[in-house]
């Protein structure tokens, strides 16, 4: 099976591509998790390798933590968590992307790889940023933005700060907008 890095740029033609019946990017696929101490609670259920804690045993449980509380320590659980960056895209209502020029293309894959931070529905890029990263014009760059914002996928907030439109690409719980929103 041919690695991710030997397949990049090596084929001159179509014809060169090998098939491949396993998906050889799954020999990179990078999954970071980290440990987490997860603070046990009154009444909650515990559930371990073992099964279930029976009533008797949970009860001294929270004898034992309301103890330990006394000298600033509390019992817990280890919960493995996946850290890794992602955005989703949405695919309700599409993306008209058959109408997109490429340097648009180029600018909106930089804006998910480079720009979209957890939990925020705006970004800060600016033309210039642009204009350099890509080596376009200025002018280029202006029509680029505009078609962004005609195909409703960002909105001026002011000058180099964007809304991007959370029902098409976002990071994080889209929940947390309409609280947010509700809270002003």
């Known amino acids: ?11 001159r033609t179509y014809s060169d591509i090998p098939d491949n019946s396993d998906n050889p990017f799954i020999e990179v696929l990078k999954v970071n ?7 046990y609670k009154r009444n909650e259920i515990i559930n371990n390798e073992a099964g ?11 004898e034992e933590q309301k103890r330990l509380k006394d000298f600033g320590v509390e019992i817990g659980k280890l919960v493995v968590r996946k850290k890794s960056s992602f955005v989703f895209l949405f695919n309700a ?3 008209n992307y058959k109408e997109l020029s490429l340097p648009t ?3 909106l894959f930089f804006i998910l790889d480079e720009k979209i931070e957890f939990n925020r529905d705006s970004i800060i890029i600016s033309l ?8 376009l014009t200025l002018p280029t760059v202006c029509k680029s ?15 180099n700060v964007w809304w991007i439109n959370p029902n098409y690409i976002y990071v994080g719980d889209r929940e947390k907008i309409f609280k947010n929103v509700e809270n002003k």
């Open 145 to 159: 933005f505009t078609e962004l914002v005609n195909n409703k996928i960002l909105s001026k907030k002011y000058d």
């Open 52 to 62: 279930t804690l029976d009533v008797e045993k949970q009860r001294e449980l929270e």
């Open 93 to 95: 209502p599409i993306i």
């Open 1 to 11: 099976m041919l690695g991710i890095i030997e397949q990049q740029g090596n084929y």
């Open 105 to 107: 293309f180029k600018i």
């Open 128 to 135: 210039k940023e642009c204009c350099i990263k890509f080596q």
């Open 33 to 39: 998790t980290k440990l987490k101490l997860s603070r």
